[in-house]
């Protein structure tokens, strides 16, 4: 049960590094796109590189959860769940800046991401 705690916090450390990090690099060789979230006014490519961002963090997460875990089923779920929750937060705090297909995209895709990250890592 403790290797199934740790991963899941490896993992959420893991994923939340990599966006902030990628995120960054992000705004900084993409200026249109670091001009726009300080306007919070989005341009499609600029809402979906985030989807795509999300959904890899997701999947490397998973994978350092079940690789922590030494198993790939309880631990990427519960990531995923814990994910979401936070994800949830997160958006809620900027509902009204961002479409809500934006929402319900990056919403949908945490969990089944976050598991099949944890599936490449074979039992």
């Known amino acids: 049960m403790l290797r199934i705690i740790f991963g899941i916090v490896a993992g959420f450390l893991v994923w939340s ?3 902030v990090g990628i995120d960054a690099v992000l705004k900084g060789v993409w200026t249109d796109y670091n001009r726009s ?5 989005f341009s499609a490519a600029q809402l979906v590189v985030p989807l795509i961002l999300s959904a890899v963090c997701s999947i490397i997460a998973g994978f350092v959860a079940a690789l922590i ?33 934006h929402h319900l995209t990056f919403w949908i895709l945490l969990i ?6 944890g599936k490449l890592r074979r039992n």
Request: avoid cysteine.
């Open 17 to 19: 590094i990599l966006w």
């Open 37 to 41: 979230v300080e306007a919070m006014i």
């Open 69 to 101: 875990a030494k198993e790939n089923s309880k631990s990427p779920l519960i990531l995923g769940i814990l994910l979401l929750v936070v994800g949830i937060f997160v958006q809620i705090a900027v509902w009204d800046k961002i479409p809500l297909w």
């Open 112 to 117: 089944p991401m976050t598991i099949f990250g």
